[in-house]
């Protein structure tokens, strides 16, 4: 991936922190579980969470396929300090947020499939 694109997926991930402060981090991570871009804490492992985000998303999909739900759309996990959400930017691409607690779930998503949209449109054309 070239750094114009990174750095076009980083400037909107910012823009979607920006927009919704609720959202703490996020990363876009391939299919296979590497990194493609991050914003995420210091304390964070970016090689971590594209690992972990490649192994709920393909537990979701088999969950999917297996009881006949249709494509996977998105993983969420709610944990006492927050959530995890990871949603498809593209077919070869997952966007991971963390967001806290307080957050507004329905806000949340409307601003992620938005994201996801604008993301998918970067990897994809390199443009917004």
Avoid: W
């Amino acid at each position: 991936m070239d750094q114009i694109r990174v750095q076009l997926l980083i400037n909107r991930m910012r823009e979607l922190q920006r927009q919704s402060p609720d959202i703490e981090a996020s990363a876009v991570v391939s299919i296979d579980g590497l990194i493609i871009a991050s914003v995420l804490p210091e304390n964070v492992s970016p090689d971590r969470v594209a690992a972990m985000s490649a192994a709920m998303l393909s537990l979701g999909e088999g969950f999917c396929r297996e009881l006949a739900r249709g494509s996977l759309e998105q993983v969420h996990i709610k944990g006492t300090e927050g959530y995890v959400i990871l949603l498809s930017a593209g077919e070869k691409a997952v966007l991971t947020v963390l967001a806290s607690s307080q957050s507004k779930l329905g806000l949340i998503f409307l601003e992620l499939r938005r994201t996801a949209a604008d993301l998918e449109q970067i990897l994809f054309t390199g443009n917004l």
